[in-house]
């Protein structure tokens, strides 16, 4: 079985260098597990390649301000992870908007929305926005590692793959947007706090209009079932990183300090971070690879 460590989770961030291919896909209902993730996904998906390159404007300012040595470390490894994101998500965006009417312009949008709160937020807002938008990228990576087989388990090999390693990277480095808010502005608590709605609120609003257009396309909306199923599981996630959220209002929280993290360890997380420092094949995840990576013990 995987070996267990004591490492936590946000410990030793790596730059991984990956390149998914996803432009020959069948279709984009990637899960036949849950197409309801799927779609879902996909639909975050559509805006998260610009809040990355949002955050690599944001963090490459607050790096400047950065005394702390270790922390501007993990800010360049931060980078480096969200620019190989933004690279794979965008690639995959054009996919999809080949597949939607609206996709195009959804990406679009979100391209130009970001693009002008880079330009215009100040450095507080920038870092603020930033670690808020983070708490549920964080958030919504163990979800979905938690969620794994119920998910994802008959799904296509590739894009399964690319959502693994995006998650697993979205907990590695889930402290280090808010580490910096706390370096630079940490006295501005409420501040803080009400960075954290203002992005629950933008990560609704965009997934949501992507969503209900790409369910239309799919014909999810021409039966009552169908309707119910697909609004369901987008209430009940939805619903799930806000309420997962709550320990983010605390005065003293930390992400390293939230029961997701530090109270257990996800095994496919860890399992997939031993297998690919091993050397393991990561750009392509069947059910028998998968099955492999959970029993694999890194060596003594």
Not at 124 to 134: Q, S
Not at 220 to 226: A, D, H, I, L, N
Not at 282 to 291: E, F, G, N, Q
Request: net charge neutral; with cysteine.
């Amino acid at each position: 079985m995987t070996k267990i460590t004591d490492e936590h989770p946000m410990d030793n961030i790596k730059v991984r260098t990956l390149k998914f291919e996803t432009s020959e896909m069948e279709s984009p209902v990637w899960s036949k597990s849950c197409p309801e993730f799927a779609i879902f996904i996909n639909a975050l998906g559509v805006h998260i390649p610009y809040f990355e390159r949002y955050l690599i404007a944001a963090l490459g300012k607050a790096k400047k301000e950065i005394t702390d040595d270790q922390l501007r470390s993990d800010v360049s490894d931060i980078i480096g992870q969200e620019a190989h994101h933004a690279k794979n998500f965008i690639d995959f965006n054009k996919y999809l908007a080949d597949c939607y009417p609206k996709g195009d312009a959804l990406d679009k949008h979100a391209k130009k929305d970001f693009a002008t709160m880079a330009r215009k937020d100040d450095l507080r807002r920038l870092v603020g926005f930033t670690a808020g938008y983070e708490t549920f990228t964080f958030l919504a990576g163990m979800i979905i590692l938690d969620n794994y087989e119920k998910w994802m388990h008959d799904a296509n090999p590739i894009v399964r793959a690319l959502w693994v390693w995006h998650q697993v990277e979205e907990v590695e480095h889930g402290a280090v947007a808010f580490e910096a808010y706390q370096h630079l502005f940490g006295e501005d608590e409420w501040y803080r706090r009400r960075m954290v709605g203002e992005a629950l609120w933008h990560i609704t609003k965009e997934t949501c209009k992507a969503y209900f257009h790409m369910c239309k396309v799919e014909g999810y909306f021409k039966s009552v079932r169908g309707t119910w199923k697909s609004i369901s599981f987008l209430t009940k996630t939805m619903a799930q990183m806000a309420w997962l959220a709550k320990p983010v209002l605390k005065r003293n929280y930390t992400p390293r300090d939230h029961p997701l993290v530090n109270q257990r360890k996800n095994p496919v997380g860890f399992a997939w971070r031993n297998w690919e420092s091993d050397g393991g094949e990561v750009l392509s995840i069947d059910h028998s690879r998968m099955a492999r990576i959970l029993m694999y013990e890194m060596p003594d």
